[in-house]
C-alpha cells in the first residue's frame, strides 16, 4: 500500500519545487507560507522584479569564491523567506500566524540546510509567523518556534554590545 506524505512533507516538496525558479548559481531556495492548512503565498531568492538575475550576467560571489551565508550586499538577490512575506503583502493575503515552509538546494540539485538567515529571521518574526519548518541537508525536518529565535536576537544583541562597549573601554584606558 502507498504511503501518503505527511503536510509537512507535502508542504517542503512544494517548497522545494518553488525553489527551481530561482535564478542563483549557487544555491536555490523556495519558500510556502501556509495558514489554515491554504498556501497564501510563495517565495524564491532572486533579484529584484525587472532586476538583473546571475543567470544572466553571471555571479560576483562565485567567481570570488566568498561563502555561503556571507556577503549580502555583494549579492542581487532577495532572500526566498523575504519573497514570500512581500508576494503575500502584494496580494493582501493575511500571514499573521501562518507557518513557513523551506527548502533549498545547490547547484548539483542535492539538498542544503535551509536556516534563515539573520536578516530573514527578523522579517518572518515581524510579519506574525510562528512556525518556521525547513528540510535540512540530510531530507529531515527541523520545527523551529519563532518566539526562540525573539529571545536569540535580544541576547546576541546585547552580548554585541557589551563587546563593543568594552573594546571602547580599553582603547579610552590605553589612550589615557
Not at 495558514?35 to 570570488?64: H, M, Q, S
Not at 538577490?77 to 519573497?83: C, I, L, Y
Not at 518572518?124 to 541537508?137: F, S
Request: hydrophobic content about 35%.
Amino acid at each position: 500500500m502507498e504511503k501518503r506524505p505527511s503536510k509537512d512533507e507535502y508542504y517542503l516538496e512544494i517548497a522545494k519545487a518553488i525553489s527551481l525558479r530561482s535564478t542563483c548559481l549557487r544555491r536555490k531556495y523556495g519558500a510556502i507560507v501556509v495558514k489554515d492548512d491554504v498556501i497564501v503565498a510563495t517565495g524564491y531568492n532572486g533579484p529584484v522584479r525587472g532586476g538583473i538575475n546571475c543567470l544572466e550576467v553571471g555571479c560576483i560571489k562565485e567567481k570570488l569564491n566568498l561563502p555561503h551565508g556571507k556577503a549580502y550586499e555583494d549579492c542581487p538577490a532577495v532572500h526566498a523567506e523575504e519573497n514570500v512575506i512581500l508576494n503575500a503583502a502584494r496580494s493582501g493575503a493575511n500571514v499573521f500566524g501562518g507557518i513557513v515552509y523551506i527548502c533549498g538546494i545547490d547547484k548539483e540539485g542535492n539538498l542544503v540546510e535551509a536556516d534563515p538567515c539573520f536578516r530573514c529571521k527578523r522579517v518572518l518574526i515581524n510579519a506574525g509567523i510562528k512556525k518556521v519548518i525547513i528540510k535540512k541537508a540530510n531530507g529531515a525536518k527541523k520545527k523551529i518556534s519563532v518566539s526562540e529565535w525573539i529571545k536569540k536576537d535580544s541576547q546576541e544583541y546585547l552580548e554585541k554590545l557589551e563587546k563593543f562597549e568594552s573594546s571602547l573601554k580599553n582603547k579610552k584606558e590605553v589612550r589615557e
